[in-house]
């Protein structure tokens, strides 16, 4: 009877989506990587295409505003493989022989059929799970995700899978021509790299925070603060009539500016120049209160007659845009302190 248990952090840090989260609760294991994780979570890119829809932001290693990890920048530390649960015979069995590979399993299942969660028995519901084990004795597999509301580990039973692998593009969301791409799984593990190439550099920073403020545009994208534009012009637009914005924007804001932050304190650890520096990690932790107390408003509001997880009433989207400006203002200051500060440097 095999069990297995690899490396996992339920990491706080990134939760916004899971394509981004649950990958990082394996990243995040190896401090070797961590230079990686800032490098790429302070970078952000808004999609001109859906942003109507209030859901605005993304990271920029996404490259197609979906879910297909093959398509995101993990190449860089992991190995990653892409499967189908219409070509798996049997799902425990398959998942048990990467667990022993040390490979993650990052699947999609219908959680109608999983007893942990809050659809069990009630509606079909596709949305992943990260595996990182297995007690064949007790016929579970250890798992990472969302439940309740909370990133936590659970238990996926054997008993589950029969029903929580049979996932049908009709029960997406979204378009079934996006979809088919991700009724499966990936399997992933970390690359063995040397740890001198993934450095986080005070250029680094500095680069990032460049590409943040230059407001920088294309056919498709609008990068770093050019996407908040166009969320502060839906928030304050008169002829707008309801979902003002959505509550996974509001989160991904308030998260991104915390890793930023975080970012800051990396390098300030890391610095002959800690003292200089330590003035301005004050000042991050302000800007990344302010965005959160945002998220946190946007919280309490769902819970008084807005729609889903949307912000539909207009007096709310006027408090939000107020506090989104001076948030907003409150960065740009910060960020040109430190543009002056690395410059000097």
């Given at each position: 009877m095999k069990n297995i248990s690899l490396p996992v952090l339920a990491q706080q840090m990134v939760k916004s989506y899971t394509q981004f989260a649950l990958p990082l609760c394996?990243?995040?294991?190896?401090?070797r990587f961590h230079p990686w994780i800032l490098k790429e979570f302070t970078r952000i890119?808004?999609?001109?295409?859906?942003?109507k829809n209030g859901n605005h932001f993304r990271y920029q290693m996404d490259h197609a505003y979906d879910t297909n990890l093959l398509k995101m920048d993990y190449q860089h530390v992991l190995d990653i493989a892409k499967y189908y649960w219409v070509d798996i015979d049997n799902p425990a069995r398959f998942m048990i022989s990467k667990l022993e590979?040390?490979?993650?399993?990052?699947a999609q299942f219908n959680e109608k059929h999983l007893s942990?969660?809050?659809?069990?028995?009630?509606?079909?519901?596709?949305?992943?799970?990260?595996?990182?084990?297995?007690?064949?004795?007790?016929?579970v597999f250890k798992g990472v995700g969302f439940l309740g509301?909370?990133?936590?580990?659970?238990?996926?039973?054997?008993?589950d899978l029969a029903g929580s692998t049979r996932v049908k593009t009709s029960f997406f969301s979204f378009t079934a021509a996006n979809s088919h791409t991700d009724v499966g799984l990936y399997c992933y593990r970390l690359k063995n790299k040397d740890s001198a190439l993934h450095n986080f550099l005070i250029r680094d920073f500095l680069d990032s925070i460049e590409d943040y403020v230059s407001y920088r545009k294309d056919d498709e994208w609008l990068y770093g603060m050019a996407g908040y534009e166009l969320l502060l012009d839906n928030l304050g637009n008169p002829a707008n009539k309801e979902k003002f914005i959505k509550y996974n924007t509001t989160h991904f804001i308030a998260e991104s500016r915390m890793v930023l932050s975080r970012a800051w304190k990396f390098?300030?650890?890391?610095?002959e120049y800690h003292d200089e520096y330590e003035p301005i990690e004050r000042l991050l932790d302000?800007?990344?209160?302010?965005?959160?107390?945002?998220?946190?408003f946007h919280i309490e509001r769902m819970a008084d007659g807005n729609s889903d997880s949307f912000i539909n009433k207009r007096a709310d989207a006027e408090i939000m845009h107020k506090a989104?400006?001076?948030?907003f203002a409150m960065e740009r200051d910060v960020l040109s302190r430190i543009k002056e500060m690395l410059t000097e440097v």
């Open positions: 394996v990243i995040s294991t190896d401090e890119k808004s999609s001109k295409a859906i942003s590979e040390g490979y993650y399993i990052h942990v969660k809050k659809s069990f028995r009630k509606k079909n519901h596709v949305h992943p799970t990260l595996i990182y084990g297995v007690d064949e004795l007790n016929k509301g909370e990133f936590k580990k659970y238990d996926v039973y054997f008993d390098i300030l650890d890391n610095s302000s800007m990344a209160k302010e965005f959160e107390a945002i998220r946190y989104f400006v001076k948030a």
